[in-house]
C-alpha cells in the first residue's frame, strides 16, 4: 500500500515545524548561556562593550543550529510523533494498514532534506559567520591574532619580535614542514623594523625548528643597498613551536564544506597531519544520516498509546538517549581525532549505530 500524498504532506509538515520550534528552543537556551560566557570573559576588559558581546553571540547563532540539529530532530520527531498519537491520527492511519515505516517515510524525506540543505547551504553560512566571530573574539577576549597562513604555495609564519630595539617582526616563508625533524624546507625570513619598514631578507635551503630558535643553514642575506652575504648559519631567535603553529590554523568549523578538501589537500602537501579537518568533512557528509537515524529512535519511545500510561517515563529516556547519543559521538570523534580510529570510521560510525539501534528497537516493538 502506498502512502496517499495529501497523508505524507500531512505527517512531513506536522515534522517540519515540530524540528524548527524544538531548534529554535535549544538555539535561544545556548544563545542565552553563551551570552553568560562571555559576560564573564569580557569581565575586568574595559574596551569590550555590550554592543560587541551580542555581535559574538549572534555570529554563533548558526554554527549553534548546525551543531544542535541532529537534537532537534530527536526532540521534535518525539513532540510530533507524540502529537500524532495523541490525537489519535496514527492509530486511525494503521487501523487504515498504513505500517509504521510507511508513516515515518515522509519525516525521513524531511530530515535528510534538511540534513543535506544544512551540509551544502547552511554550513558556508555558519562557517563565514563563524571566522568573523574568531577574529572579533581574538581582537576583544583572547587577544591570540593567527600566526599562520597557508596557500598553495606553502606556509607563511609571523614572529612579532618583542625584545630588539630595531626589529618589529620577521616573517618566515616555508614550502614544507616535517613534523617528525621539525625541520622547514626553502626557508626565506623577511625582517622589518618597528615602523613596519623591510631591513633585510635571508635565504636559507632548509631550517631546523630548535628550543628558542630556528637554524638556518646556508644562508643568502640580502640588504637594501649592499651585496649579497653568504653565511654557513644563522640562529633565529623564535617563540614558535609546532603547537603553536598547529594552533594557528583555521579550525575546521570556520571551513566551508566545499572549501575543505583543498584546504585539507594544501595542509597535507605542507606536511601536517589533516585529520581534525578531515573527520569534520566525514561527519558533515554523515550528519542527513545521523538525523534520520534519530528519526527511528524518536519513533521507538514516542509510539506508545496514551491510555497505556508511562508516556512521561518513555520521554525522559527519549532524552537520556539524545544525551547518551552525544557522549558517544564525541568518544569516537576524539578517537578519530587522536589517529585511533580511521577517519572514516570514526565519522560514519555515529550514523550508522544510531540508526541500526532505532531501526532494531523499532522492529522489535512494531514487528516482533
Same mark, same amino acid.
Given at each position: 500500500?502506498?502512502?496517499?500524498?495529501?497523508?505524507?504532506?500531512?505527517?512531513?509538515?506536522?515534522?517540519?515545524?515540530?524540528?524548527?520550534?524544538?531548534?529554535?528552543?535549544?538555539?535561544?537556551?545556548?544563545?542565552?548561556?553563551?551570552?553568560?560566557?562571555?559576560?564573564?570573559?569580557?569581565?575586568?576588559?574595559?574596551?569590550?562593550?555590550?554592543?560587541?558581546?551580542?555581535?559574538?553571540?549572534?555570529?554563533?547563532?548558526?554554527?549553534?543550529?548546525?551543531?544542535?540539529?541532529?537534537?532537534?530532530?530527536?526532540?521534535?520527531?518525539?513532540?510530533?510523533?507524540?502529537?500524532?498519537?495523541?490525537?489519535?491520527?496514527?492509530?486511525?492511519?494503521?487501523?487504515?494498514?498504513?505500517?509504521?515505516?510507511?508513516?515515518?517515510?515522509?519525516?525521513?524525506?524531511?530530515?535528510?532534506?534538511?540534513?543535506?540543505?544544512?551540509?551544502?547551504?547552511?554550513?558556508?553560512?555558519? @562557517?563565514?559567520?563563524?571566522?568573523?566571530?574568531? &577574529? %572579533?573574539?581574538?581582537?576583544? !577576549?583572547? +587577544?591570540? *591574532?593567527? /600566526?599562520?597562513?597557508?596557500?598553495?604555495?606553502?606556509?607563511?609564519?609571523?614572529?612579532?619580535?618583542?625584545?630588539?630595539?630595531?626589529?618589529?617582526?620577521?616573517?618566515?616563508?616555508?614550502?614544507?614542514?616535517?613534523?617528525?625533524?621539525?625541520?622547514?624546507?626553502?626557508?626565506?625570513?623577511?625582517?622589518?623594523?618597528?615602523?613596519?619598514?623591510?631591513?633585510?631578507?635571508?635565504?636559507?635551503?632548509?631550517?631546523?625548528?630548535?628550543?628558542?630558535?630556528?637554524?638556518?643553514?646556508?644562508?643568502?642575506?640580502?640588504?637594501?643597498?649592499?651585496?649579497?652575504?653568504?653565511?654557513?648559519?644563522?640562529?633565529?631567535?623564535?617563540?614558535?613551536?609546532?603547537?603553536?603553529?598547529?594552533?594557528?590554523?583555521?579550525?575546521?568549523?570556520?571551513?566551508?564544506?566545499?572549501?575543505?578538501?583543498?584546504?585539507?589537500?594544501?595542509?597535507?602537501? @605542507?606536511?601536517?597531519?589533516?585529520?581534525?579537518? &578531515? %573527520?569534520?568533512?566525514?561527519? !558533515?557528509? +554523515?550528519? *542527513?544520516? /545521523?538525523?534520520?537515524?534519530?528519526?527511528?529512535?524518536?519513533?521507538?519511545?514516542?509510539?506508545?498509546?496514551?491510555?497505556?500510561?508511562?508516556?512521561?517515563?518513555?520521554?525522559?529516556?527519549?532524552?537520556?538517549?539524545?544525551?547518551?547519543?552525544?557522549?558517544?559521538?564525541?568518544?569516537?570523534?576524539?578517537?578519530?581525532?587522536?589517529?585511533?580510529?580511521?577517519?572514516?570510521?570514526?565519522?560514519?560510525?555515529?550514523?550508522?549505530?544510531?540508526?541500526?539501534?532505532?531501526?532494531?528497537?523499532?522492529?522489535?516493538?512494531?514487528?516482533?
Amino acid at each position: 500500500m502506498r502512502l496517499p500524498w495529501t497523508l505524507s504532506h500531512y505527517i512531513g509538515k506536522h515534522f517540519f515545524y515540530a524540528i524548527m520550534l524544538a531548534l529554535f528552543g535549544l538555539v535561544a537556551v545556548s544563545m542565552m548561556i553563551d551570552i553568560m560566557e562571555l559576560i564573564r570573559r569580557a569581565t575586568g576588559k574595559q574596551e569590550v562593550p555590550f554592543s560587541v558581546i551580542l555581535e559574538l553571540s549572534a555570529l554563533r547563532i548558526p554554527a549553534l543550529a548546525e551543531k544542535l540539529m541532529p537534537y532537534a530532530v530527536l526532540i521534535g520527531s518525539m513532540m510530533a510523533l507524540t502529537r500524532l498519537t495523541r490525537t489519535h491520527e496514527l492509530v486511525v492511519a494503521r487501523s487504515a494498514g498504513v505500517s509504521v515505516w510507511q508513516f515515518l517515510t515522509p519525516a525521513i524525506a524531511v530530515v535528510m532534506t534538511i540534513g543535506v540543505f544544512s551540509t551544502a547551504v547552511f554550513n558556508p553560512f555558519s @562557517a563565514v559567520l563563524l571566522m568573523r566571530f574568531e &577574529r %572579533l573574539e581574538s581582537k576583544y !577576549l583572547s +587577544a591570540t *591574532p593567527s /600566526l599562520l597562513s597557508i596557500s598553495d604555495s606553502g606556509l607563511w609564519l609571523r614572529e612579532l619580535e618583542h625584545d630588539s630595539p630595531t626589529v618589529g617582526e620577521h616573517i618566515i616563508y616555508t614550502m614544507r614542514i616535517s613534523q617528525n625533524t621539525m625541520e622547514f624546507a626553502n626557508v626565506i625570513v623577511f625582517t622589518f623594523d618597528k615602523k613596519q619598514r623591510f631591513m633585510d631578507r635571508m635565504d636559507a635551503t632548509r631550517g631546523i625548528l630548535e628550543d628558542s630558535n630556528l637554524h638556518l643553514f646556508n644562508v643568502t642575506k640580502s640588504v637594501p643597498g649592499k651585496p649579497p652575504q653568504l653565511i654557513h648559519d644563522v640562529l633565529l631567535p623564535t617563540t614558535l613551536t609546532l603547537t603553536h603553529i598547529q594552533d594557528s590554523f583555521a579550525s575546521p568549523e570556520t571551513l566551508s564544506f566545499w572549501h575543505l578538501p583543498s584546504f585539507i589537500t594544501m595542509l597535507e602537501n @605542507a606536511g601536517f597531519s589533516a585529520l581534525r579537518h &578531515r %573527520l569534520y568533512w566525514h561527519s !558533515l557528509l +554523515a550528519n *542527513p544520516f /545521523l538525523m534520520a537515524g534519530t528519526v527511528f529512535l524518536a519513533a521507538v519511545f514516542s509510539l506508545r498509546q496514551p491510555r497505556r500510561g508511562k508516556i512521561g517515563v518513555l520521554v525522559v529516556a527519549g532524552i537520556v538517549s539524545g544525551f547518551l547519543m552525544h557522549f558517544f559521538t564525541d568518544i569516537i570523534f576524539a578517537f578519530g581525532s587522536a589517529g585511533t580510529v580511521p577517519v572514516m570510521l570514526a565519522a560514519w560510525t555515529p550514523a550508522i549505530v544510531v540508526t541500526m539501534i532505532g531501526a532494531a528497537l523499532l522492529l522489535h516493538i512494531e514487528d516482533g
